[in-house]
């Protein structure tokens, strides 16, 4: 009876989430909605986090001269007031100073003052900026406790399953005497543990792997609507492992919190199934071969920063052409045979091996361009993955079809509670709090940052760019100092692999081909004169912990050899040198044939490259403009496509499952 009443109790929360529609203002209820959001969080100002964080450290020495026992009653007897929610300031205080004890105990690790002031700032709903090493994890894992006794169940979120599964892990301790439970779902993970646990109190994992838990629960239910309804089919199905797994979205909070709510939220997530093997093989080859018989200009412009191709006149003549010299059927219709064309010189110009995709055991797997990591259970819509494959000449795979849809931005909107964290959100301040409703703090370092930011070298070419990041490489790996080069794609991560091969200089490389070590690879680029070359997000989550010997020798170097589309983006990179204190510089190549400018500012470009007498320009005002200009450009287009999926959402909430 127990069993099924837990079962019960789990589909009627997730009906009751299932139910919960967030409403995303526009216009000027938009500017309404925001102004009435900082009023009411007018109060949690970082000077009263730090009155409230002083308070709370005030308690340390009380508090440390407790017995095992006593600090468990305690910890018993605040979270009763959580679990009853009778919590006040006092109440949150002491809560925290609790915590933060139990944490010194069970780990060794004793939150700073700072650290206080971002665990209250996250239990009050707040998305924290916390520069790199500055302690994330263990501040999450002391406000963890609060949010889960207050709201049943949380799921922490984080990047990859390597963090989820490493977090639940370490913070198992404190969360055990805390009284919660604590687990990871990860990929490897089948439906019978999933259940498991969800079922617990704190749930670390990916926004990938719950958000398709949550859209197969949304097909299970398929049109079930109230709880008496979903009495009577968890009554025929007479199976626990038919119902929900997830007991409703209660309360989340989001490590790396831009990657995870900024930059996923560009592709939604899809439940698809393939259909009958595609009997449209040789229709995609088809027109791989029609598209290299076009001319680029003549027959059609390409559009690279929107990834479209227009066929122009002569181009669709050259096309009829073809289509009637095939065999295909589906070439008669013109409409869809100049799709499939298309289609297949997108992929031709705008999906790039090594940049958006490699092949990796003969078939194509999709590189995710902010993080350089392989998305091996991911496909593009609308036959743009079987024209990559047909461009690539591999075995086409089988179309597929829809059976649930949702972007992250949608799901995390669906929790009543969210707060993150990250190293780098300031930027995105503006889209956080209008697509989520959260107002952004930044939090205060615990130790002056003394990172040296070196000028920003420009140059005519690609090639030399390359020569003179290799030169400095050398230079800084002279002075007995580690050296982490970020690159944006995989190609170029390899390119610079072979000039340093060619230069006798010893290094590791790490990017999607050689993701399986990349923690431990990254957490040893703070050894002295070590050289690692890494797409700019690789490793993130894992501090690079200096030696004595790189201390010494003035810390580590981060060398960007272009810029991202996105500022942030460049930030948390070069955050990862002069983390705690430590001594440390940063440096950014860049140049005229970079891709950025080359898409987002084509003509200032071309008028500096033509205009340039010599192979080094001088970083100017008006060169260092027209890149941040190239970002910003490209940092609008990408709020641009996330608020279309957005309203993709608003408009197919009504039709797919889990809508």
């Excluded at 024209?387 to 949608?410: G, P």
């Excluded at 990349?518 to 002295?528: H, K, N, P, Q, V």
């Excluded at 287009?637 to 909430?653: F, M």
Aim: proline share 3%; aromatic share 6%; with cysteine.
């Amino acid at each position: 009876m127990s069993h099924a009443l837990t079962q019960y109790n789990v589909l009627f929360d997730s009906l009751r989430s299932r139910r919960r529609r967030p409403e995303l203002h526009r216009g000027l209820d938009s500017v309404v909605a925001r102004g009435v959001m900082r009023f009411r969080q007018r109060r949690i100002s970082n000077r009263w986090l730090g009155q409230q964080a002083d308070l709370i450290d005030a308690m340390a020495p009380q508090i440390k001269t407790h017995s095992e026992a006593v600090l468990d009653e305690a910890v018993a007897d605040i979270r009763e007031v959580f679990i009853r929610n009778r919590q006040d300031d006092a109440a949150v205080r002491r809560a925290l100073a609790l915590t933060r004890e139990v944490a010194r105990r069970q780990t060794g690790e004793e939150p700073f003052n700072v650290q206080l002031r971002g665990a209250l700032a996250m239990y009050h709903g707040r998305v924290i900026e916390m520069l790199t090493g500055e302690g994330k994890t263990l501040t999450g894992s002391i406000t963890a406790p609060l949010i889960a006794w207050r709201h049943r169940h949380l799921h922490v979120f984080t990047v990859n399953d390597y963090l989820a599964d490493r977090d639940a892990q370490s913070r198992e301790s404190i969360y055990r005497r805390c009284r919660l439970s604590v687990g990871a779902i990860t990929q490897e993970l089948d439906p019978r543990h999933r259940h498991d646990v969800y079922a617990r109190s704190i749930i670390y994992g990916t926004p990938k792997q719950i958000t398709a838990d949550w859209l197969r629960d949304q097909i299970r239910l398929g049109r079930i609507r109230t709880a008496w309804a979903g009495r009577q089919f968890l009554a025929t199905t007479g199976s626990g492992a038919a119902g929900p797994m997830i007991p409703g979205l209660r309360a989340a909070m989001v490590d790396e919190a831009d990657a995870v709510l900024i930059d996923e939220g560009v592709v939604p997530l899809i439940i698809a199934r393939a259909r009958r093997a595609d009997d449209m093989a040789s229709s995609y080859q088809q027109a791989a071969r029609i598209a290299e018989m076009l001319d680029e200009g003549p027959d059609y412009a390409v559009d690279h920063v929107r990834r479209k191709i227009e066929l122009k006149r002569r181009g669709r003549h050259r096309c009829a052409q073809h289509f009637i010299d095939t065999q295909d059927p589906i070439f008669r219709a013109t409409r869809r045979a100049e799709e499939l064309v298309r289609n297949a010189l997108v992929a031709r110009h705008c999906y790039i091996r090594g940049h958006q995709y490699q092949i990796v055991d003969g078939r194509i797997v999709i590189v995710d361009e902010y993080t350089g990591r392989f998305l091996a259970d991911r496909s593009w819509e609308h036959g743009l993955h079987q024209a990559v494959e047909a461009k690539e000449s591999l075995d086409i795979t089988a179309d597929r079809e829809t059976l649930a849809r949702m972007s992250f931005q949608r799901f995390f909107r669906s929790y009543p509670f969210l707060c993150g964290m990250t190293g780098t959100v300031a930027d995105a301040a503006a889209e956080i709090e209008h697509v989520y409703g959260r107002p952004v703090t930044v939090i205060p370092t615990n130790r002056p940052v003394i990172r040296e930011t070196l000028p920003l070298r420009v140059f005519r070419s690609a090639e030399r760019k390359w020569t003179a990041v290799v030169d400095s490489i050398l230079a800084i790996n002279a002075q007995n100092r580690p050296v982490l080069i970020g690159t944006r794609t995989i190609e170029a991560s390899e390119h610079l692999s072979e000039r340093l091969h060619a230069r006798g200089l010893d290094h590791r490389v790490l990017n999607a081909n050689f993701d399986k070590d990349e923690a431990d690879l990254i957490a040893r680029a703070g050894r002295a004169a070590s050289i690692v070359v890494a797409t700019n997000m690789a490793g993130r989550g894992t501090d690079i912990k200096l030696d004595d010997a790189a201390r010494k020798a003035g810390g580590l170097h981060v060398l960007l050899t272009e810029t991202h589309t996105a500022k942030r983006i460049d930030r948390q990179f070069i955050g990862r040198a002069g983390r705690q204190g430590d001594p440390g510089s940063s440096q950014i190549f860049v140049c005229l044939d970079d891709e950025l400018v080359r898409h987002q500012t084509p003509r200032p470009a071309e008028f500096f490259k033509k205009h340039s007498r010599t192979e080094e320009l001088h970083a100017s005002r008006p060169i260092r403009a027209m890149f941040r200009l190239a970002q910003r450009r490209a940092e609008a287009r990408a709020r641009r496509s996330r608020a279309s999926v957005l309203r993709q959402d608003d408009w197919i909430e009504k039709n797919l499952p889990g809508g």
